[in-house]
């Protein structure tokens, strides 16, 4: 029987392709029964033109996840895994409701959409898997790791235990330099959970027995655990977690059971191949024109050799009507072919120079990356954003959102052995 996998904040299908494969492999272990994708800042829903075409027949969602949540909330079919990369945001706790069952957060904030289908649901996911910028561990400025721990205390009060591991995708051998927080968590009614409490040393679960470290494995850890206390009372966490501390308690690596967490800096263990920016490139030939840069466009004025290369130059605010100097490092310009490549933004296409797009030379000529080439960077199956209907400039938009799927894939590989092989029979959801 496989694992019933919603997903959320779905995008162009990263999770899904990641844990059934695309096309979904007969042997998978998971299935995904739902998913939902609503982008908020555009009337035409370009990501669902993608997944409905990839999955015509899938049981996807197209409404705003607080909507649904809020207003029909019988259509998110039970499940085992929750899974999604939610935006990141303020989740400081707004206020509390009279006859609620718990704290609401603000609105617009999508965590809470998250944490209201688990609070909500009667059969409860055993399991989760979240992705984040690793910001997260740190955010906000004046009261660091304050927002991932409103959202610890608020899954411990779910009754669930918390993984962590911040993992950049070109550590563990893939092509792109992408760093990312994933999160996994096990609801109390299962062996993962049972096997974690049971657990005498935390450390031995970080390094060696937990699904992230043994899904990418890590030194042995010398340096000391720090360990912590994330309360259960939301709204006290929100405003009173961390204050006037200057940093995070919340390592790379870490834990959290029965409100308790314990935290350490990891450095990753990986004997592998590694790819590069350079082994992802289509042939010469195959290159649109579109994407080469003459050596105009490098040299003009706010040009790409502008941008790309060191500044120390006054300007002026004018709207607080002040002058400053402003100052910045270059970048490496073109972009290196035997490393892997910088972190895809979302603003990576379209033909207007930037600071951050990549620019590549191949033979002889500079151009920028196309959206095979983007795909590939992500580890997605050729031309999976490909639609007569979506440009190559929302295609880029589309990587710049989505997540390494080889990642996923081998959590979800790692998850699904742990599962199977706990010794503790898992009890029924109550």
């Known amino acids: 029987m496989p694992i019933k996998v919603v997903e959320l904040f779905a995008g162009v299908g990263g999770f899904r392709i990641g844990l059934e494969g695309y096309p979904k492999r007969e042997d998978s272990n998971y299935e995904v029964v739902w998913s939902n994708q609503w982008e ?160 005498q040393t935390k450390v031995d679960w970080l390094d060696s027995e937990g699904v992230l470290a043994n899904s990418f494995p890590i030194r042995e850890i010398t340096e000391k655990v720090t360990e912590g206390k994330v309360g259960k009372n939301l709204i006290k966490v929100s405003d009173e977690f961390n204050l006037n ?65 060191s500044k120390n130059e006054p300007r002026y605010n004018k709207k607080l009507d002040y002058y400053y100097n402003y100052t910045e490092g270059s970048m490496i310009f073109p972009d290196a072919l035997d490393n892997a490549s910088r972190t895809i933004i979302t603003g990576e296409g379209g033909k207007s120079p930037s600071r951050f797009k990549h620019v590549i030379k191949q033979n002889g000529r500079l151009r920028r990356l196309t959206p095979l080439e983007l795909e590939r960077l992500n580890t997605f199956p050729e031309n999976h954003t490909e639609h007569p209907q979506i440009t190559d400039t929302k295609r880029a938009f589309f990587m710049g959102n989505a997540l390494v799927v080889e990642l996923i894939e081998r959590i979800g590989i790692e998850l699904f052995e742990q599962i199977e092989n706990c010794s503790i029979p898992e009890t029924v959801l109550c």
């Open 40 to 199: 908020p800042s555009t009337k035409t829903q370009h990501a669902n033109m993608v997944y409905n075409e990839r999955w015509p027949n899938a049981n996807h969602c197209k409404e705003n996840i607080e909507e649904v949540v809020e207003n029909n909330f019988d259509i998110i079919p039970d499940h085992d895994l929750l899974v999604g990369g939610f935006p990141c945001q303020d989740y400081s706790v707004a206020t509390t409701l009279r006859n609620s069952k718990g704290l609401i957060g603000k609105k617009g904030v999508l965590w809470w959409s998250i944490e209201a289908i688990l609070r909500r649901k009667e059969n409860k996911p055993k399991y989760l898997l979240l992705e984040n910028v690793d910001r997260l561990l740190k955010s906000p400025s004046k009261q660091r790791g304050r927002d991932f721990a409103v959202m610890l205390a608020s899954l411990n009060n779910l009754g669930y235990a918390v993984e962590w591991r911040v993992i950049n995708a070109a550590e563990y051998g893939m092509p792109q330099r992408r760093r990312r927080v994933f999160f996994t968590a096990y609801h109390n009614s299962t062996a993962i959970y049972k096997r974690l409490k049971e657990t």
């Open 245 to 309: 501390k200057k940093l995070s308690p919340f390592q790379n690596c870490g834990l959290m059971i029965d409100g308790k967490f314990h935290t350490v800096k990891s450095i990753p263990s990986y004997n592998g191949p590694y790819r590069t920016l350079g082994s992802v490139l289509i042939d010469f030939e195959d290159v649109p024109e579109e994407y080469f840069i003459t050596q105009e466009e490098v040299n003009k004025e706010k040009g790409w050799k502008y941008l790309k290369g």
